[in-house]
């Protein structure tokens, strides 16, 4: 059997939603010290629905195709949708990761939490604090 599946080969060579959204409405980054990945979503909403999704990632192949799909699996979905994509939904999507690349997948699920948290606190939107990454505590988010 294949150490990648079609899919994350797929994503990985051509992938979905590069670059940068200028004009964004939410930005969230995050990075992991102990393999190097860097992972940046860009969002743009409009009545609360995530019309554009873009993203940069220096990373491995798992994290450029996690990244490519988790973008893939928002756009043109309610907020409320977005918030709720686990990590798990990701690595299905990419019909499986390995077991020491699903920190992937953790870091694009989180890099999404933290775009949208960035959109409610630029928009003066209240929100569940607990639905997002404790960044003061964590080890890998970037800021």
Do not use: W
Not at 2 to 26: C, Q, T
């Amino acid at each position: 059997m294949a150490l990648y599946s079609d899919k994350v080969m797929d994503h990985f060579r051509n992938p979905r939603n590069v670059g940068v959204i200028e004009d964004a409405d939410g930005v969230g980054e995050v990075g992991n010290a102990k393999c190097g990945d860097i992972m940046k979503i860009y969002l743009k909403i409009q009545d609360d629905r995530i019309v554009d999704a873009k993203f940069e990632t220096f990373g491995c192949g798992s994290a450029i195709a996690s990244s490519s799909m988790a973008t893939e699996l928002i756009k043109g979905k309610p907020v409320s949708d977005a918030l709720a994509l686990t990590n798990q939904a990701v690595v299905e999507a990419l019909d499986g990761l390995p077991t020491h690349k699903i920190h992937c997948s953790v870091l694009a699920e989180e890099a999404i939490k933290l775009a949208l948290k960035d959109y409610y606190e630029r928009n003066g939107i209240e929100y569940d604090k607990s639905q997002f990454p404790c960044c003061e505590s964590c080890d890998h988010c970037s800021h």
